[in-house]
Nanobody, 115 residues
Framework: QVHLVQSGGGLVQAGGSLRLSCTAS????????MGWYRQAPGKLRELVAT???????NYAESVKGRFTISRTNEKNTVFLQMNTLRPEDTAVYYC?????????WGQGTQVTVSS
């Protein structure tokens, strides 16, 4: 059974930084791509960043240059370092992976950026 457990997040002022973590079980972590998504109130869930098993990364245009996704295979953990946060980054952030063509999600973490 696949489990994704998130930590991090919280309340920060604009311009500040936060780091999210997501630890996976039930998958061969080193072989799985991982991703971070977010959903703001009244909006659809959107892709924030992804990282392949080989370490290749992809970012939404809105976070390029500010957010960094990384992974530690030894600890089955993926991170999202968020710098220069803006109020529009406020959302619930979700960790994601896929196994056997099924998407799995973390429990969600609230990130609130005050202006």
């Amino acid at each position: 059974q696949v489990h994704l457990v998130q930590s991090g997040g919280g309340l920060v002022q604009a311009g500040g930084s936060l780091r999210l973590s997501c630890t996976a079980s039930g998958i061969i972590f080193s072989l799985n791509a991982m991703g971070w998504y977010r959903q703001a109130p009244g909006k659809l869930r959107e892709l924030v960043a992804t990282i392949t098993s080989g370490g290749g990364t992809n970012y939404a245009e809105s976070v390029k240059g500010r957010f960094t996704i990384s992974r530690t295979n030894e600890k089955n953990t993926v991170f999202l370092q968020m710098n220069t946060l803006r109020p529009e980054d406020t959302a619930v952030y979700y960790c994601n992976t896929r196994r056997d063509m099924i998407d799995y999600w973390g429990q969600g973490t609230q990130v609130t950026v005050s202006s």
